[in-house]
């Protein structure tokens, strides 16, 4: 267990030289460095293939077709980044749809040349999915802890605007400068449409169904990826006001779809040695009281890259213990809940396709973007966390 956990960060610093040292391709470095990984970490050979195969097809079908629609979307109809105060919005909208990453790659256009504003927008839609239901991070907490949407709704909205706060100011001091001036028009449409397809569809699946099955099955049907692509694009074409064939067959799209898929298949490799919930509960304890489910939930989010695979792992390994760590009352289960979203926030890096969307809208190396991406997310984890453990004492 120790020396596959050492390998982690041992891995993401061999992607980080291979790329800005070597000059590799990102998708290529990650391939490589999962072939060494397995065999460090004494997988065989054809575990390690099926794992990342399963991992790469998997990220390529939810995200993938999304990264090459924000990506043809912004060749065809949006040229101009969104305004300061439009960007933080879009990332608070976006940050309650089914998918975080995919959200993310349909905003692309948002950050153009304003690489700040970007990443103001990306850490913004990181914190929003993680406290505010019913964004699939915070509905999942509730849910095994079982705590209201409600009642976490407006108990994580607050908690979400802090740690957004807080990645707005990281990248302020990690990215000075000017950006471009942001214009919002309707062209916007071919990314708020299909936004709001993933926040619909956020809605629809909340626990129990509460606007119905048939909801829940249109949402399902309607949301999937293939179809916001073409919506996307569809309506990218037609804000265009004129056909434009080259952008439609660029390829601008391909090396961070690529990039994508290969870490997709690095987070199914890292989870399948089986090592992030086996670090997880070394650190459960009951006299951390609410730092439990934070490190639980940081732990796995940090080696296996899935954010909502940190909740749930975190939420269910804590909630027997709840009498221990004093959060058996209906306020402490609202705070162990919270936690756990706190804890998944932090560590984003080269695991997780949210990173490399990221580090691509904003133009940064992996270097660069472990940087600003990954210690602000880091930030902001710990920001919820100190409001958090603030509060408790009230409570």
């Avoid at 949301?223 to 439609?248: C, E, Y």
């Avoid at 992996?366 to 920001?383: N, T, Y």
């Amino acid at each position: 267990m120790l020396l596959a956990s050492l390998l982690v960060p041992i891995a993401v610093v061999a992607i980080v030289l291979l790329v800005q040292r070597l000059h590799l391709p990102a998708f290529l470095a990650i391939m490589a460095t999962v072939v060494v990984y397995g065999i460090a970490a004494d997988m065989q050979f054809q575990s390690v293939g099926d794992s990342f195969g399963l991992g790469f097809a998997t990220a390529v079908e939810q995200v993938g077709l999304l990264v090459v629609a924000g990506t043809l979307v912004s060749g065809l109809a949006l040229r101009q980044p969104l305004g300061t105060g439009s960007a933080a919005v879009a990332g608070a909208f976006a940050g309650m749809g089914v998918s975080a990453s995919g959200a993310l790659a349909l905003l692309q256009p948002a950050g153009q040349d304003a690489p700040r504003r970007a990443l103001g927008m990306a850490l913004t839609l990181l914190a929003f999915a993680a406290f505010v239901a019913p964004a699939p991070h915070a509905a999942a907490s509730a849910n095994v802890l079982k705590v209201g949407l409600g009642t976490m709704a407006m108990a994580g909205l607050p908690l979400a605007l802090v740690a957004a706060a807080v990645g707005w100011w990281h990248v302020a001091r990690q990215l000075p400068g000017p950006n471009a001036p942001g214009r919002l028009g309707w062209a916007w449409l071919a990314v708020a449409v299909p936004v709001a397809g993933l926040v619909g569809q956020s809605f629809a699946h909340m626990p129990n169904a509460p606007f119905g099955m048939g909801a829940r099955d249109f949402f399902s049907g309607l949301s999937r990826p293939l179809l916001l692509s073409v919506v996307a694009i569809t309506l990218g074409v037609l804000f265009a006001g004129r056909w434009q064939p080259s952008a439609l067959i660029g390829r601008s799209w391909a090396p961070l779809l690529l990039t994508v898929g290969a870490a997709g298949g690095l987070s199914r490799v890292f989870d399948e040695t089986g090592v992030a919930p086996l670090v997880a509960e070394a650190v459960l304890h009951p006299r951390y009281g609410i730092l439990t489910p934070f490190l639980a939930a940081a732990v796995v989010k940090t080696m296996q890259g899935n954010s909502l695979t940190a909740v749930l792992t975190a939420t269910g390994m804590v909630e027997p213990m709840l009498p221990a760590l004093g959060l058996d009352s209906a306020s402490g289960r609202v705070f162990a809940a919270l936690a756990a979203g706190a804890g998944s926030i932090g560590i984003c890096h080269v695991n997780d396709p949210f990173f490399w969307i990221a580090a691509s809208i904003a133009r940064l190396s992996p270097g660069r973007a472990l940087v600003v991406i990954s210690l602000g997310s880091a930030a902001m984890a710990l920001a919820a966390l100190v409001v958090l453990a603030a509060v408790r004492q009230f409570f």
